[in-house]
């Protein structure tokens, strides 16, 4: 008779550099732990339902100890990218990415098993971050995409 694999619990807390991460619910073959440290939302997300492995735990890590200089790092790609013309920005919103008010704002994470994260800015003037926000997708602590949430199913 073969040994079954030894069931891991999924914790219903998580410690991450110090920050108290609670699982919340989610749909199932999901497991979601959320905190908010000093009003910096950050998630951590495996699917399936499991308990995060030691990378995506210092991935997690890495964006709550660096979350500021990330933040102004998703801004200022941006800035950058948000001037390509498939993006479809009228004259009046690629105008707003050069003013000194950021063109994003309110950012929250969200850190995947699979190395990859999502920092969601809720609030902008761009039609295209309507009504969810904008998202910029990273790569360990690099800004490789942006995220259209314009028609995403957030509810």
Same mark, same amino acid.
């Given at each position: 008779m =073969?040994?079954?694999?030894?069931r891991t619990e999924i914790p219903d807390r998580l410690d991450i550099a110090g920050t108290t991460f609670t699982r919340i619910e989610s749909?199932?073959?999901? =497991?979601?732990?959320? +905190?908010d440290a000093d009003h910096r939302p950050v998630s951590v997300l495996t699917e399936p339902a499991a308990a995060p492995d030691q990378e995506t735990l210092d991935l997690a890590a890495a964006?709550?100890?660096?979350?500021?200089?990330? +933040?102004?790092?998703?801004?200022?790609?941006? $800035?950058? $990218?948000?001037r390509e013309p498939e993006l479809g920005l009228s004259a009046d919103e690629l105008a707003t990415l050069d003013a000194a008010e950021p063109p994003a704002a309110e950012p929250? +994470?969200?850190?995947?098993?699979?190395?990859?994260?999502?920092? $969601?800015f809720t609030?902008? $003037?761009l039609r295209l971050a309507d009504?969810?926000?904008?998202?910029?997708?990273?790569?360990?602590?690099?800004?490789?995409?942006?995220?259209?949430?314009?028609? =995403?199913?957030?509810a």
């Open positions: =073969a040994d079954l694999p030894a749909p199932e073959g999901i =497991a979601c732990w959320s +905190a964006v709550l100890g660096r979350f500021d200089e990330l +933040a102004d790092l998703a801004v200022a790609y941006l $800035r950058e $990218r948000l929250g +994470a969200v850190v995947w098993a699979d190395g990859t994260w999502l920092l $969601r609030e902008s $003037r009504p969810y926000g904008i998202g910029v997708l990273f790569e360990g602590t690099t800004p490789s995409g942006i995220e259209d949430l314009s028609h =995403a199913d957030l």
